[in-house]
Each structure stands twice: as structure tokens, then as C-alpha cells.
């Protein structure tokens, strides 16, 4: 409990840095949105006061001072209330990334801890069956799948799988035929959907996992206390999982928390290629547009989730390492 | 210790090994040659050391017997025959059965052989689970007695292994090899990193326990006095051969082999009335390319053409010898040598003339020539202290739970210029935390010290390079004090442009100048090497080599030998003591062995937790020494009743002829 009150600070106080760099750095920036949209339609003719007047009302001008502003923008956040998007007008951000975050989470928070389970276990039987074909099978393997761009692999398989044989849908997270909703043809549509994008992901992802974890595992076999625990009689399962794996997984860890972290801010590339409505697509389509309140509140986000998800495997750390626990 | 069982011929052997060949075979390397056939059988309760330098193949040796090699390493030949069963080529199931019915292991210093995610009761549990099922209760039950058995605490089963001192670690190590209710231990250099006292106590533990339980016993050590004092039987090994097998006593007296005598005239009495050492020069062979003819004739003082020919096992009593010379009369040439009152390093010998690497040779070229140091001053402490805040305190060395720990507590003492002075003490004494302080490393919580008339507690960092021309360290740990990238002409070059600041041809003289008085010649061949392809020996000539650069007035050596091979102690030793000499400067030598220290320093400062609790003239605290604690120090020290008894053998006062 200590080891969590010690951290807690910690976490408050890059929180409160994330919240305010959030704040600070669009107004560091010259110019305004307003300012912006007003000389685009300047550039077609000329804009009468009142259209400015309108741009103006529609996207708000800063008023006050900045510490006014900061006290608005912070109120503003505890609310919830993160502006209303201009893209999709007239919701309200918070309302659209509402929307996208489940699938995000759905599809690349599953396939990111299924690369890291798979992943992590063929690690360890690599490393314990080391010089084997398997182990060089693996290697090799990952090396490989690791080299190809995943944008590259994922349009490969949108075209062999989607296009060509047709297996699969080829953009979308489930078919316009169905509705959203706890029914199992939304169920059925949205898997089928997903499964090239998964798949995207997990073979871009797993290699890391694999070769990570089997080096580490080499690295813990050759510690004292595995030739000790041979040497002690026990079953070569308990070394290898007890013994080995348990101790090469501690470094393994700190680096899913980061993958975790980046779960939220999605897949990008994949979720473009795919259309798929997460909040990749949804970050991709409000740079185009050029949406700054929806661009805030995602970076917002993004930051949040990946601090609180360093947080918590900070904290699994310490239940996983009694080194680190004071 | 006194209780031993009676004489061992009678024994039937519990293990043999007979041909006995062990190959590395490195990917990418050209295969190594560790054990080149060995012969050895271990009687039932018999109690039997095996000692070498490193690289010698002994713990190879032991991890054959035991079968715990592993690629790249193989038995290429021969047979290991436990309690009447060939285990050679046993798989790993059948090898478990053995294991569990009385094969343990007890690896190096213990330190790491607990693995750290895991409680003690964890180990337990793994250790007797995997031998039969058991309830929980009944493991625990079972724990705690062989807990008691090696003197620990049952509160001990609910620790991590970091929560523990080095020497419960390694008390937990046998406990749990003790759990397999073995019958032979192979225990792989118990004691070594552990404190002087603690490395005791852990000996002593075994002996007892060896008593008791009446397991035999194979102890793997690179230190020839502790394996002599504790063991029936003495393998002595060189070049992944056995080269003399003796009842220990008849090797403390009279050694056969000139590698065991060299390696006797390594160890000493530091409370004697004249204590000498001697060294082995030169390192053991390369085996990836064996040597024709005795491995040992390229270090031996007495080697001659017959040594161009392998020599043969001959039998001496219950014991055997495998040199051509012997038995000769054996008379080790001595590095370093003090006697009681004021005395010096020995003139050179004969011996710096056979190996040119010898630190006497090049010493006494450069000698007269330079006189490094400037005006020496005296460096004076008053009263220092230093505290460090613990995150959790280790349940052994019983501080507080939490807080502040002194690790200096009021030290005042003063080092005269030019004055060797010896600080000791077990690990917490706080000597090394001294040493820091002294070269500015670490700032003293109260309290001053002063070189001349420099406050050194009131440097400022950017103020401490300039200190550092007056006052260098020498660190323990040759193989991590050089950056492996760069050769240790450019590390050395280094420190010679930062603190002399010379250019070109002076400072290409200058950095010859300093290899060869380190002893490393011809310079010009030791300043092109890359740190791992000098000896261990070698690359500390070459710390101390940069630590001359700065001309130091002051220097710290922390110690300097104990991570080096005995065999180097006296060479490094000599140099230093030569150096004083030459230089004019004043030696700090902070170590814990008592030995070293009467070799090298005229003063002594006894710590203990931070206090001093003895200190005067080196040879008369060790001699005659007025606190507890020294005296349990000096009592730490393995004895072997060697030198004194015997005329013959290693000690005579003649320097070494070559014969």
C-alpha cells in the first residue's frame, strides 16, 4: 500500500503537466481557428462582418485573460465538456470519441495483449529449446515479420483476402445491413470486420514479444540460480517457468505497459487502410479537417491513457518484482 | 573443524572419474580444452579441496562431476561414476533421480543462486516438492530444521532473497543442497566475495555439518590456505590437468609440484615475525591451443629440457605428482618480503630477469630518473562522519529499520607524506566509504579533511579535477575500471593529457615512461591492447599506471588485489611498494586482507562500523593486536601450519635461484 501512496504523487503531478501542456500549446501557436476559416473564405471573395461575426460565434474567439482561460478550459474538462467537433457538426467531442473508443479498444487492446501472451510464450519456448528448429524457426521468423512496414502488410492482405478471395469485408467495422446493437448479427459483422485488421496488427506486433522475450529468457538462463535449481533436482518445467520465464518476464513488462498505454491512441495506419471507426481514423480524419477541439480532447486522451496505463504496470511491477516494493 | 572422519584410503570411492575430458566449443571460436584428462575418486565421507588459478578448469572440473555443463560445453571423453552408477551420459530425468538421492551443489558465494522473485519457503517447497508430495506444514517443518542446521533463524522463510546478507544467502544455498540429503556436495568456491569473518563462519558451518550429517565433501577454491585448513585431501589443478594429489597436511609441509609450492608461497602468515611472498608470473595457457610438453615449464623456475616432454603421474605415498622435476628440493622465489620493524620490498630477483613483465624489472630502469610526485603533504581527517539514508535496512547487520546509517562515525587520522597506511576492516567497517570521501567522491556528513592546507570537504565539483592531480584511486575491480572500447595506451594517454596536459613527443615519452614503470614491456606493444586482451593482472598495472599520470602526491588503492588471481597478489603488491618508494607519495590501502596489508603499509587503522577501533604500526597491531575485533580478524584468517615446521620447502631466506 506504501508503494502505492509513494507513486500516486507522482502520477498527479504528470497529469496536471499533460492537462496543461494540452492547454498551452495550441495557444502558442499563432493564429486562431476562427482566423484561419475566415481568411480560407477570404481567399473565394470577400467576407462581410457579419459572416465573420458567425465563423466567430461558431468556432469562439479567446477572451479573458489566460488564466481565466485555464480556469475555463480546466472547469471545461472535469465537466466533460471538450467543445463540439467541427467535422462531424454538430456533436459534441466527447460524444465522438465516446463513439470510436470502444472499437479502438475492442480490436487493438485484444490484439495487443494477444501478441504479448502469444508472443511472450513462443519467447520462452524458443529460449528453453534454444538451437532447436523451433528456436530458429522463431528467430528467423520474427526478424522477418518484424522488417515488413504494417501498412504494407495490411494492404497486402486487404488485397489477397478482401479483394481477390473475398473472405473478408474490406472496410468498416461491421456491415451497413446491420445496426449497432447486443445482437448477435452486430456480433458476427463486427468480428468478421476485424479480423484483417487483427491480424494486421498482431503480425507487426508479435516478432518483438517473441525475440524480447527470448533474449531475456538467454540472458536469465544463464543466471546462478537456474544452474542451482538443476542442480537442486527440479523438474525442468518448474525451472524453466519458476525459475526462468518468471524473472525474464519482469523487463517484458514495463514494455507492454507502454503498448497498453499507446493502445487508445489506436492503430492509425491500420485503422485508415481499414476504415475502421476507431479513434485512429477518427485522429486521421480531424488533422484533415483540420478539427482542433476534437484533435485536443484526443491527444488529451491518449496522454491520459498512456500515464494511468504506465501507473497501473508500475504497480503490477511491484507485485511481480518484490525488488523494487519498499 | 576438529572433528574429521578417521582416514580415508579404506573408503570405497563414492565418486570416480577416469579420462575425464571437457571441451568448450564456442560458436565462432575455436574449441577450448578446460579438463584434459583427469583421474580422481572421492572416498565415502571424505573431504576433498580442488585449487587453482582461474582458468585452471577446476570449476569446469566440478560442474562435470556434478553434470551441470551446458552448451558450448561437453564431455568429449572419459566416464563420472557416482555411488556405482556411470552418470556420464545420463539423461536429465535419470540425473534428477540422482540428484534427489544425494548429488547437491552449492555454487559460488550463493549470491545469486536464489532466484530473487522467489521467498525462501518458495525454494523449500521446490526443492522438496519436486522429491515427493508433501503437505505445506510438513515442508515448513522440514525447512526450519535445516534452517537451524545452518544456524539461521525460521523467520528467515518469509525473506526475498535481497533482504538477505551475502552470508545467509549462501547459508540458505546449503541448507537447501542439505535438503537433498546428499551424499556428496560439490561445493564451488563457498566463501569467495564474502566478508573475512563471515567467510569463517560459513566454513566452519560446513565442516560441522560435514561432521554430522557425514556427507563427503568436494571444495572448489582459488584460495590454497582456506582449502587446506578444512580438508582431508587436496587436488591441485593447472591447465585442465590434475598436477599433485595429497593428504593436505603433507601439501602444507611439502609441496611436490612447483605450481603447488608457488601457490603456498602465495599465502602467508600476516602475524609472523618476517612474512614473504611469492607470485606466479606470467598466466595460465590458452587451452584452445594446448601446450606441447608440461603446461607449467613457460612459469616455472625450474623448468629444463626435460619439461619439452609431457610428464607422467608419479605416486608419492597416497598421493601423486605429475612433474618431471619432482621431488626436488623446492624453493619459491619470493616478490615481496617485511619483517618486523623497518624493512623493504626484496631487491630484485633473479626471477624479473626470466619474465620481463616482472613490475621489479622495468621499476628499477625507471628508477632515479623521475621523482613524480611534488612536495608531498600530510592528509589530516578530524572527526569525520558520514550517514546514508537507508531505503530498507538488511535484517543482519542490525541497524535501525529505517533512517540514517553511520557508516563513518567520528574517524580522525593522519597520513604522513610519503606514509603507507593500511585501513581494515570486514564489509560495513566503513573503510570504503573512507576512501571515497578522501578523493572527494563523497562528501563527509561532519567533520573535515584537509590535504596540506586544502579543506577537501569544502571542494567544490568543478574544483575536484584539479584535486584529483594530487590524490588518485585505485579501484577494485580491474575488469570494469577500463573502457573496453579503447586501448589502454589511449586510457592512459588520456589521463596524462588531462592532468600534465603534454603534447606530442613529451607525451608520447611520457606515456612509455609510465607503462614501463608499471612493469608492462615493452610498452609500445602493451599500449596498442584492447582491455581484453590483457590478463587481469595486467589491466590493473594499467590502472595504476593511470592513476601515475597525475603524479599523485596521495594514492588510494581500494583493494587492488582482491579481485586478481593470489597467484598476482605479490606482483601487484611489490609494484605498489616500489612505487611508494620512487615517487615519494603517500599510500592509502584500503583492504580487508590483513595480509597484504602488513606487506605493503607501515601504519594501521582497524575499523569497525564506522569507528576506528585500533590503530599503530602495522606490524605490531597484527602482532601483538589490543582489540576484540582485530583479534577476531587475524582469527579469521585460514592457518596452514606451513613455513615454520619445515627447513625445506617454499620459505628459505635465499632469493630464488633458478635451478
Same mark, same amino acid.
Given at each position: 500500500?506504501?508503494?502505492?501512496?509513494?507513486?500516486?504523487?507522482?502520477?498527479?503531478?504528470?497529469?496536471?503537466?499533460?492537462?496543461?501542456?494540452?492547454?498551452?500549446?495550441?495557444?502558442?501557436?499563432?493564429?486562431?481557428?476562427?482566423?484561419?476559416?475566415?481568411?480560407?473564405?477570404? /481567399?473565394?471573395?470577400?467576407?462581410?462582418?457579419?459572416?465573420?461575426?458567425?465563423?466567430?460565434?461558431?468556432?469562439?474567439?479567446?477572451?479573458? =485573460?489566460?488564466?481565466?482561460?485555464?480556469?475555463?478550459?480546466?472547469?471545461?474538462?472535469?465537466?466533460?465538456?471538450?467543445?463540439?467537433?467541427?467535422?462531424?457538426?454538430?456533436?459534441?467531442?466527447?460524444?465522438?470519441?465516446?463513439?470510436?473508443?470502444?472499437?479502438?479498444?475492442?480490436?487493438?487492446?485484444?490484439?495487443?495483449?494477444?501478441?504479448?501472451?502469444?508472443?511472450?510464450?513462443?519467447?520462452?519456448?524458443?529460449?528453453?529449446?534454444?538451437? =532447436?528448429?523451433?528456436?530458429?524457426?522463431?528467430?528467423?521468423?520474427?526478424?522477418?515479420?518484424?522488417? $515488413?512496414?504494417?501498412?504494407?502488410?495490411?494492404?497486402?492482405?486487404?488485397?489477397?483476402? /478482401?479483394?481477390?478471395?473475398?473472405?473478408?469485408?474490406?472496410?468498416? /467495422?461491421? =456491415?451497413?445491413?446491420?445496426?449497432?446493437?447486443?445482437?448477435? =448479427?452486430?456480433?458476427?459483422?463486427?468480428?468478421?470486420?476485424?479480423?484483417?485488421?487483427?491480424?494486421?496488427?498482431?503480425?507487426?506486433?508479435?516478432?518483438?514479444?517473441?525475440?524480447?522475450?527470448?533474449?531475456?529468457?538467454?540472458?536469465?538462463? /544463464?543466471?546462478?540460480?537456474?544452474?542451482?535449481?538443476?542442480?537442486?533436482?527440479?523438474?525442468?518445467?518448474?525451472?524453466?517457468?519458476?525459475?526462468?520465464?518468471?524473472?525474464?518476464?519482469?523487463?517484458?513488462?514495463?514494455?507492454?505497459?507502454?503498448?497498453?498505454?499507446?493502445?487508445?491512441?489506436?492503430?492509425?495506419?491500420?485503422?485508415?487502410?481499414?476504415?475502421?471507426?476507431?479513434?485512429?481514423?477518427?485522429?486521421?480524419?480531424?488533422?484533415?479537417?483540420?478539427?482542433?477541439?476534437?484533435?485536443?480532447?484526443?491527444?488529451?486522451?491518449?496522454?491520459?491513457?498512456?500515464?494511468?496505463?504506465? $501507473?497501473?504496470?508500475?504497480?503490477?511491477?511491484?507485485?511481480?518484482?518484490?525488488?523494487?516494493?519498499? | 573443524?576438529?572433528?574429521?572422519?578417521?582416514?580415508?584410503?579404506?573408503?570405497?570411492?563414492?565418486?570416480?572419474?577416469?579420462?575425464?575430458?571437457?571441451?568448450?566449443?564456442?560458436?565462432?571460436?575455436?574449441?577450448?580444452?578446460?579438463?584434459?584428462?583427469?583421474?580422481?575418486?572421492?572416498?565415502?565421507?571424505?573431504?576433498?579441496?580442488?585449487?587453482?588459478?582461474?582458468?585452471?578448469?577446476?570449476?569446469?572440473?566440478?560442474?562435470?562431476?556434478?553434470?551441470?555443463?551446458?552448451?558450448?560445453?561437453?564431455?568429449?571423453?572419459?566416464?563420472?561414476?557416482?555411488?556405482?552408477?556411470?552418470?556420464?551420459?545420463?539423461?536429465?530425468?535419470?540425473?534428477?533421480?540422482?540428484?534427489?538421492?544425494?548429488?547437491?551443489?552449492?555454487?559460488?558465494?550463493?549470491?545469486?543462486?536464489?532466484?530473487?522473485?522467489?521467498?525462501?519457503?518458495?525454494?523449500?517447497?521446490?526443492?522438496?516438492?519436486?522429491?515427493?508430495?508433501?503437505?505445506?506444514?510438513?515442508?515448513?517443518?522440514?525447512?526450519?530444521?535445516?534452517?537451524?542446521?545452518?544456524?539461521?533463524?525460521?523467520?528467515?522463510?518469509?525473506?526475498?532473497?535481497?533482504?538477505?546478507?551475502?552470508?545467509?544467502?549462501?547459508?540458505?544455498?546449503?541448507?537447501?543442497?542439505?535438503?537433498?540429503?546428499?551424499?556428496?556436495?560439490?561445493?564451488?568456491?563457498?566463501?569467495?566475495?564474502?566478508?573475512? &569473518?563471515?567467510?569463517?563462519?560459513?566454513?566452519?558451518?560446513?565442516?560441522?555439518?560435514?561432521?554430522?550429517?557425514?556427507?563427503?565433501?568436494?571444495?572448489?577454491?582459488?584460495?590454497?590456505?582456506?582449502?587446506?585448513?578444512?580438508?582431508?585431501?587436496?587436488?591441485?589443478?593447472?591447465?585442465?590437468?590434475?598436477?599433485?594429489?595429497?593428504?593436505?597436511?603433507?601439501?602444507?609441509?611439502?609441496?611436490?609440484?612447483?605450481?603447488?609450492?608457488?601457490?603456498?608461497?602465495?599465502?602467508?602468515?600476516?602475524?609472523?615475525?618476517? +612474512?614473504?611472498? %611469492?607470485?606466479?608470473?606470467?598466466?595460465?595457457?590458452?587451452?584452445?591451443?594446448?601446450?606441447?610438453?608440461?603446461?607449467?615449464?613457460?612459469?616455472?623456475?625450474?623448468?629444463?629440457?626435460?619439461?619439452?616432454?609431457? !610428464?607422467?603421474?608419479?605416486?608419492?605415498?597416497? %598421493?601423486?605428482?605429475?612433474?618431471?622435476?619432482?621431488?626436488?628440493?623446492?624453493? +619459491? #622465489?619470493?616478490?615481496?618480503?617485511?619483517?618486523?620493524?623497518?624493512?623493504?620490498? &626484496?631487491?630484485?630477483? %633473479?626471477?624479473?630477469?626470466?619474465?620481463?613483465?616482472?613490475?621489479?624489472?622495468?621499476?628499477?630502469? %625507471?628508477?632515479?630518473?623521475?621523482?613524480?610526485?611534488?612536495?608531498?603533504?600530510?592528509?589530516?581527517?578530524?572527526?569525520?562522519?558520514?550517514?546514508?539514508?537507508?531505503?530498507?535496512?538488511?535484517?543482519?547487520?542490525?541497524?535501525?529499520?529505517?533512517?540514517? @546509517?553511520?557508516?563513518?562515525?567520528?574517524?580522525?587520522?593522519?597520513?604522513?607524506?610519503?606514509?603507507?597506511?593500511?585501513?581494515?576492516?570486514?564489509?560495513?567497517?566503513?573503510?570504503?566509504?573512507?576512501?571515497?570521501?578522501?578523493?572527494?567522491?563523497?562528501?563527509?556528513?561532519?567533520?573535515? &579533511?584537509?590535504?596540506?592546507?586544502?579543506? +577537501?570537504?569544502?571542494?567544490?565539483?568543478?574544483?575536484?579535477?584539479?584535486?584529483?592531480?594530487?590524490?588518485?584511486?585505485?579501484?577494485?575491480?580491474?575488469?570494469?575500471?577500463?573502457?573496453?572500447?579503447?586501448?589502454?595506451?589511449?586510457?592512459?594517454?588520456?589521463?596524462?593529457?588531462?592532468?600534465?596536459?603534454?603534447?606530442?613527443?613529451?607525451?608520447?615519452?611520457?606515456?612509455?615512461?609510465?607503462?614501463?614503470? @608499471?612493469?608492462?614491456?615493452?610498452?609500445?606493444?602493451?599500449?596498442?591492447?584492447?582491455?581484453?586482451?590483457?590478463?587481469?593482472?595486467?589491466?590493473?598495472?594499467?590502472?595504476?599506471?593511470?592513476?601515475?599520470?597525475?603524479? #599523485?602526491?596521495?594514492?588510494?588503492?581500494?583493494?587492488?588485489?582482491?579481485?586478481?588471481?593470489?597467484?598476482?597478489?605479490?606482483?601487484?603488491?611489490?609494484?605498489?611498494?616500489?612505487?611508494?618508494?620512487?615517487?615519494?607519495?603517500?599510500?592509502?590501502?584500503?583492504?580487508?586482507?590483513?595480509?597484504?596489508?602488513?606487506?605493503?603499509?607501515?601504519?594501521?587503522?582497524?575499523?569497525?562500523?564506522?569507528?576506528?577501533?585500533?590503530?599503530?604500526?602495522?606490524?605490531?597491531?597484527?602482532?601483538?593486536?589490543?582489540? !576484540?575485533?582485530?583479534?577476531?580478524?587475524?582469527?579469521?584468517?585460514?592457518?596452514?601450519?606451513?613455513?615454520?615446521?619445515?627447513?625445506?620447502?617454499?620459505?628459505?631466506?635465499? #632469493?630464488?635461484?633458478?635451478?
Amino acid at each position: 500500500m506504501r508503494y502505492v501512496l509513494r507513486r500516486l504523487p507522482v502520477l498527479v503531478i504528470t497529469l496536471w503537466a499533460a492537462v496543461t501542456l494540452n492547454f498551452l500549446l495550441p495557444r502558442l501557436m499563432p493564429g486562431t481557428p476562427a482566423g484561419a476559416a475566415v481568411a480560407k473564405l477570404a /481567399g473565394q471573395g470577400s467576407v462581410s462582418a457579419s459572416q465573420r461575426r458567425a465563423i466567430e460565434v461558431m468556432l469562439g474567439v479567446p477572451h479573458g =485573460s489566460l488564466a481565466s482561460q485555464y480556469w475555463q478550459y480546466l472547469k471545461a474538462i472535469a465537466g466533460g465538456n471538450f467543445g463540439i467537433s467541427y467535422t462531424y457538426f454538430p456533436e459534441p467531442v466527447s460524444k465522438v470519441i465516446g463513439a470510436a473508443l470502444p472499437w479502438t479498444l475492442a480490436l487493438v487492446g485484444t490484439v495487443t495483449v494477444m501478441a504479448f501472451v502469444i508472443g511472450t510464450l513462443l519467447g520462452v519456448l524458443a529460449a528453453w529449446k534454444r538451437g =532447436s528448429i523451433f528456436d530458429t524457426a522463431a528467430s528467423v521468423g520474427c526478424t522477418f515479420m518484424a522488417a $515488413f512496414p504494417y501498412f504494407w502488410t495490411a494492404l497486402v492482405l486487404l488485397y489477397v483476402f /478482401g479483394f481477390v478471395a473475398g473472405w473478408f469485408p474490406i472496410r468498416g /467495422g461491421y =456491415s451497413a445491413s446491420v445496426s449497432p446493437g447486443w445482437d448477435w =448479427s452486430f456480433f458476427v459483422s463486427a468480428l468478421g470486420h476485424s479480423v484483417l485488421p487483427a491480424f494486421t496488427i498482431l503480425v507487426s506486433g508479435l516478432g518483438g514479444w517473441v525475440l524480447g522475450m527470448r533474449n531475456n529468457m538467454m540472458g536469465v538462463l /544463464g543466471e546462478d540460480y537456474i544452474v542451482f535449481a538443476e542442480a537442486n533436482g527440479l523438474s525442468p518445467r518448474t525451472v524453466a517457468l519458476r525459475y526462468a520465464a518468471r524473472n525474464a518476464l519482469l523487463p517484458g513488462v514495463t514494455a507492454f505497459g507502454m503498448a497498453l498505454g499507446l493502445v487508445v491512441g489506436g492503430s492509425l495506419l491500420t485503422e485508415v487502410v481499414f476504415g475502421y471507426p476507431g479513434i485512429g481514423y477518427l485522429l486521421y480524419n480531424a488533422v484533415v479537417n483540420e478539427d482542433y477541439p476534437l484533435m485536443q480532447a484526443l491527444f488529451l486522451v491518449i496522454t491520459v491513457s498512456v500515464l494511468m496505463a504506465n $501507473f497501473v504496470v508500475d504497480l503490477i511491477y511491484g507485485l511481480l518484482d518484490p525488488r523494487v516494493r519498499r | 573443524m576438529d572433528t574429521r572422519p578417521p582416514s580415508q584410503s579404506e573408503h570405497a570411492p563414492l565418486l570416480t572419474a577416469s579420462g575425464l575430458e571437457v571441451l568448450y566449443e564456442p560458436a565462432g571460436g575455436p574449441p577450448v580444452h578446460a579438463v584434459r584428462g583427469v583421474d580422481i575418486s572421492i572416498g565415502q565421507g571424505q573431504l576433498v579441496g580442488l585449487v587453482g588459478e582461474s582458468g585452471c578448469g577446476k570449476s569446469t572440473l566440478g560442474y562435470a562431476l556434478a553434470r551441470l555443463l551446458r552448451p558450448p560445453a561437453r564431455i568429449a571423453a572419459g566416464t563420472v561414476v557416482f555411488d556405482s552408477t556411470d552418470i556420464t551420459n545420463l539423461d536429465r530425468k535419470s540425473l534428477r533421480g540422482i540428484r534427489h538421492n544425494g548429488l547437491a551443489v552449492v555454487l559460488q558465494s550463493g549470491m545469486n543462486a536464489l532466484n530473487p522473485v522467489r521467498r525462501v519457503r518458495g525454494h523449500f517447497h521446490d526443492v522438496l516438492g519436486a522429491q515427493q508430495r508433501l503437505h505445506a506444514a510438513e515442508v515448513d517443518n522440514t525447512a526450519e530444521t535445516l534452517l537451524s542446521q545452518v544456524e539461521l533463524a525460521p523467520s528467515v522463510l518469509d525473506r526475498y532473497p535481497h533482504e538477505l546478507s551475502g552470508g545467509m544467502r549462501q547459508r540458505v544455498a546449503i541448507a537447501l543442497a542439505l535438503a537433498l540429503k546428499p551424499r556428496l556436495v560439490v561445493f564451488d568456491e563457498p566463501t569467495t566475495a564474502l566478508d573475512v &569473518i563471515v567467510q569463517r563462519a560459513i566454513m566452519d558451518t560446513i565442516a560441522r555439518l560435514q561432521a554430522e550429517v557425514g556427507f563427503t565433501a568436494l571444495i572448489i577454491s582459488h584460495d590454497l590456505g582456506l582449502v587446506l585448513g578444512a580438508t582431508d585431501q587436496v587436488w591441485v589443478m593447472y591447465a585442465g590437468r590434475i598436477v599433485e594429489r595429497r593428504d593436505s597436511p603433507a601439501l602444507a609441509t611439502g609441496p611436490l609440484h612447483p605450481y603447488s609450492a608457488a601457490l603456498l608461497a602465495c599465502q602467508g602468515d600476516p602475524t609472523a615475525e618476517k +612474512v614473504e611472498l %611469492g607470485g606466479i608470473p606470467g598466466s595460465p595457457p590458452d587451452l584452445s591451443k594446448p601446450p606441447e610438453g608440461c603446461a607449467f615449464a613457460p612459469r616455472c623456475w625450474l623448468s629444463g629440457p626435460p619439461c619439452k616432454e609431457e !610428464p607422467h603421474e608419479k605416486l608419492v605415498g597416497t %598421493g601423486s605428482v605429475t612433474c618431471h622435476m619432482a621431488p626436488t628440493k623446492l624453493e +619459491v #622465489p619470493k616478490l615481496i618480503r617485511r619483517v618486523d620493524g623497518p624493512s623493504e620490498p &626484496i631487491p630484485d630477483s %633473479g626471477h624479473g630477469a626470466k619474465v620481463p613483465t616482472t613490475a621489479s624489472a622495468a621499476v628499477a630502469k %625507471g628508477r632515479g630518473r623521475h621523482r613524480d610526485a611534488t612536495t608531498a603533504e600530510p592528509l589530516a581527517l578530524i572527526d569525520v562522519t558520514k550517514d546514508f539514508k537507508t531505503k530498507r535496512a538488511a535484517p543482519s547487520e542490525g541497524v535501525q529499520a529505517q533512517g540514517l @546509517v553511520q557508516a563513518v562515525a567520528g574517524v580522525s587520522l593522519r597520513l604522513e607524506a610519503g606514509q603507507a597506511m593500511g585501513l581494515v576492516g570486514g564489509s560495513g567497517s566503513g573503510k570504503t566509504t573512507l576512501g571515497r570521501m578522501i578523493v572527494g567522491l563523497e562528501r563527509p556528513s561532519s567533520g573535515s &579533511i584537509t590535504l596540506g592546507n586544502l579543506r +577537501v570537504d569544502k571542494l567544490r565539483t568543478r574544483d575536484l579535477p584539479r584535486y584529483w592531480r594530487r590524490v588518485q584511486m585505485v579501484f577494485q575491480d580491474p575488469y570494469a575500471g577500463l573502457n573496453p572500447l579503447h586501448s589502454v595506451g589511449y586510457t592512459v594517454g588520456r589521463a596524462i593529457r588531462n592532468h600534465q596536459g603534454l603534447k606530442g613527443d613529451d607525451y608520447r615519452r611520457e606515456l612509455l615512461r609510465l607503462f614501463d614503470t @608499471v612493469g608492462l614491456a615493452p610498452p609500445e606493444h602493451y599500449a596498442a591492447k584492447l582491455p581484453h586482451q590483457l590478463s587481469g593482472g595486467q589491466r590493473q598495472r594499467v590502472v595504476i599506471a593511470r592513476a601515475l599520470a597525475a603524479k #599523485p602526491q596521495v594514492l588510494v588503492a581500494d583493494e587492488p588485489v582482491s579481485m586478481l588471481d593470489v597467484s598476482l597478489r605479490a606482483e601487484i603488491l611489490h609494484l605498489l611498494g616500489e612505487l611508494r618508494k620512487n615517487t615519494g607519495a603517500s599510500l592509502l590501502y584500503i583492504t580487508h586482507d590483513l595480509l597484504s596489508a602488513r606487506l605493503v603499509t607501515d601504519q594501521l587503522v582497524v575499523l569497525r562500523q564506522g569507528h576506528i577501533v585500533e590503530s599503530g604500526p602495522t606490524s605490531s597491531v597484527l602482532r601483538s593486536p589490543s582489540h !576484540p575485533y582485530t583479534v577476531e580478524l587475524i582469527a579469521a584468517i585460514p592457518t596452514v601450519q606451513q613455513s615454520q615446521t619445515v627447513p625445506a620447502g617454499a620459505i628459505t631466506e635465499r #632469493p630464488g635461484e633458478p635451478v
